[in-house]
């Protein structure tokens, strides 16, 4: 009897501290949970990023973004009438083929033509520039005998230019000569990194994107043990896919955000995935007799490393970037490369090709 009184009051003590310890818990959760509310933290990770660039241009007709089974999304073709940040005017063209106008009519084209193609991101595309302030544009003013091809599209990672550019080839779509224009960030799309998500998905949540965002696979790349290269897909859910109760309460969203960039992110070698992309480009250009050009637009020491140990593989490589922290060089309002950067990008690219 003694020992079962014993044992009950400790259950009962037991019982008491884990109800101190819940209230405690729940306690601190509370105040942790009010402060980041008013620090401005919001259950919706996504609802914390401000876009700077995408979320600024307003095109007529509006619906310039298409999905593409192979790279997720592209630009739909015709004519468009754009504001960037509601106060810079441009116009693009697109062609069916998925490229930008470099010079001569959509219709009058010559495909057989020798051809450069240049793939990229939207440094590469031109964004928030007249069709013939581009670096693709000028570049086909100072070849006139070859047919220049502006296959960027905004926000591509390097990952998607391959898997478009093997689509090209499948089409054949052969071109003598391939410029990638890239850039360090485009290792975080290349893996579809936690900041990339958030980037997305605060993207997916204009009225006007989010069914496109919904119906959406993109590629991302991993490398194999062996180091060989691994792309795969993942749709909304696996990019949405978070801690159960992120949506809901900011401690959960924000333990979520910690988890995220700091474990899942932490992980990947960004540089070498990016030369093991590169060198798989450069392996199929080489396969069908066609000259890579890995053309360096930020100056910064990661896309320098990357040159490097591309120029170490014999990959042909040239530094074009500029300073974009100088007002000269971007678009006013914008952190994209002006006209000016543009011709500076076209002139370093043509004495590699001359």
């Not at 044992?7 to 884990?18: A, E, P, T, Y």
Request: aromatic share 10%; net charge negative.
């Amino acid at each position: 009897m003694e020992t079962g009184k014993r044992l009950k009051k400790i259950v009962q003590i037991g019982l008491v501290w884990l109800a101190v310890f819940v209230v405690i818990v729940v306690s601190l959760l509370g105040v942790a949970e009010l402060v980041l509310r008013i620090q401005g933290f919001s259950p919706s990770t996504y609802k914390l990023i401000q876009l700077k660039d995408s979320d600024g241009v307003r095109c007529t007709p509006p619906d310039f973004w298409m999905l593409d089974s192979i790279v997720g999304f592209k630009y739909r073709s015709g004519s468009y009438d754009c504001m960037l940040n509601g106060m810079i005017e441009f116009k693009f063209n697109q062609d069916i083929d998925g490229s930008r106008l470099t010079g001569s009519s959509l219709e009058k084209r010559n495909n057989s033509q020798s051809m450069i193609h240049l793939y990229g991101c939207s440094v590469a595309w031109g964004h928030g520039l007249n069709d013939n302030q581009t670096c693709a544009w000028i570049l086909q003013d100072s070849l006139p005998n070859l047919s220049v091809r502006n296959y960027g599209v905004g926000a591509w990672s390097t990952v998607q230019c391959i898997q478009y550019f093997k689509q090209q080839l499948c089409l054949y779509n052969r071109p003598d000569k391939v410029v990638l224009l890239y850039g360090f960030f485009h290792h975080m799309r290349n893996t579809i990194s936690w900041v990339w998500r958030k980037q997305m998905m605060a993207f997916s949540e204009q009225s006007d994107n989010r069914k496109l965002f919904e119906q959406m696979c993109l590629p991302k790349a991993s490398l194999e043990i062996d180091g060989g290269l691994n792309i795969e897909y993942l749709d909304f859910d696996d990019m949405t896919r978070n801690i159960p109760g992120t949506g809901k309460l900011c401690v959960i969203n924000y333990i979520n955000d910690i988890y995220q960039s700091r474990f899942v992110d932490s992980d990947i070698d960004s540089e070498h995935l990016e030369v093991a992309i590169i060198r798989e480009f450069n392996s199929m250009c080489q396969t069908e007799g066609i000259e890579l050009i890995v053309a360096g637009v930020l100056g910064d020491e990661n896309t320098l490393n990357v040159l490097q140990l591309l120029s170490e593989d014999g990959i042909a490589v040239v530094d074009v970037s500029v300073d974009l922290s100088d007002s000269k060089w971007r678009i006013h309002g914008d952190g994209h490369p002006n006209e000016a950067a543009n011709l500076h990008f076209a002139n370093c690219i043509l004495k590699e090709i001359r």
